[in-house]
């Protein structure tokens, strides 16, 4: 009755242990914690060895207590356990008892082997079925590994491996289209969020109108407005000259260390927005004519 409460404490405990590290989680469906995430299955086990442990010395303190009561009292205490088991807890504790082959301590002088070492004394004990039967499985686990690996060569570590990279691949790029933080010149495009573009005006207006004007008409940088570029046009190379910087000594800064990867690409969106506007007082051109094909 007692060991069978216990179990299922233990059971319970894991169980809420499972529950609780899926419930904060809060992985996409069909994905779960304990298995993506090795911390949540150690979690669990640690509740698991933790419960176990609280068990075992409960039970433990018990027994002594039980083999310090007089014959009258063992024998009322067995009588109200016995009243209290049921047909669940009596069917469960044989089904533990079987999966164990443990002998009672009352028959424990049956099994024991006639050698004595200064008092310590040896049973002969079953192996535990449980252990027998997990020993047979890997046997077969061992047999069906050699055969499908080592004979059939279904396939290698090396071939995992590749498909395992490739996978994370396509999960990192469908993961970069989602988070904004991670544009860089390779894969930033002209936003068409005017919110985020209006950000980018505060951020240019801020910082920027020193030396390239309100109206990105140029003063110490460049006119920003016409179709000449020292360092390239499109969404790409003005990303890229914000995060970069210019030519040294030329005044311009790398702004990655000011800025998040999506502010320097709300920058550079409002910064294209200047093409074609005519600004107060222009300075002439520099650089090539940028066209589209050279990107
Ligand atoms: C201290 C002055 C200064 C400040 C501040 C400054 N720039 Fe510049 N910028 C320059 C100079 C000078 C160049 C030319 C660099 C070169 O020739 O290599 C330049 C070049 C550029 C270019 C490339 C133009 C081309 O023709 O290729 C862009 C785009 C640009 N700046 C954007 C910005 C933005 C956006 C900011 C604010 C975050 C900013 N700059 C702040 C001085 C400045």
């Not at 049956?110 to 997990?134: A, F, Q």
């Not at 544009?183 to 801020?206: C, P, S, W």
């Not at 990867?261 to 409002?270: K, L, N, Q, R, V």
Request: proline fraction near 3%; include cysteine; charged fraction near 25%.
């Amino acid at each position: 009755m007692r060991t069978t409460a216990s179990y299922l404490r233990v059971i319970a405990l894991v169980i809420l242990a499972i529950v609780g590290t899926e419930y904060f989680t809060d992985l996409p469906e069909g994905e779960y914690a304990i298995i993506e995430k090795p911390f949540a299955a150690l979690f669990v086990f640690m509740v698991f060895i933790i419960a176990l442990g609280i068990e075992v010395t409960v039970a433990a303190l018990n027994k002594v207590l039980y083999l310090s009561l007089s014959e009258e009292k063992k024998a009322a205490f067995d009588a109200k356990e016995a009243e209290k088991s049921t047909l669940f807890t009596r069917k469960f504790e044989a089904m533990m008892k079987a999966m164990t082959k443990s002998k009672e301590i009352e028959e424990e002088h049956e099994i024991e082997l006639d050698h004595n070492y200064d008092g310590i004394r040896e049973l002969d004990n079953k192996l535990p079925p449980w252990w027998v039967y997990s020993f047979y499985i890997t046997i077969i686990f061992a047999v069906i590994y050699l055969v499908r690996f080592h004979i059939l060569d279904d396939y290698t570590q090396a071939e995992e491996y590749i498909a395992e990279v490739e996978q994370a691949e396509i999960e990192i790029a469908k993961w970069k289209e989602t988070a904004k933080d991670f544009v860089d010149a390779e894969t930033v495009t002209m936003l068409e969020d005017e919110d985020r573009i209006e950000n980018g005006e505060r951020l240019f207006v801020a910082n920027c109108v020193a030396c390239h004007q309100a109206d990105g008409g140029g003063g110490i940088g460049p006119n920003l407005t016409d179709e000449h570029w020292i360092l390239g046009g499109g969404i790409k190379n003005v990303f890229s000259t914000i995060s970069e910087g210019g030519r040294s000594g030329k005044g311009m800064v790398a702004w990655k260390n000011t800025f998040k990867p999506s502010e320097m690409h709300e920058i550079a969106s409002y910064v294209m927005t200047f093409q074609g506007t005519t600004p107060a007082d222009p300075k002439e051109p520099e650089g090539e004519i940028w066209t589209p094909e050279e990107e």
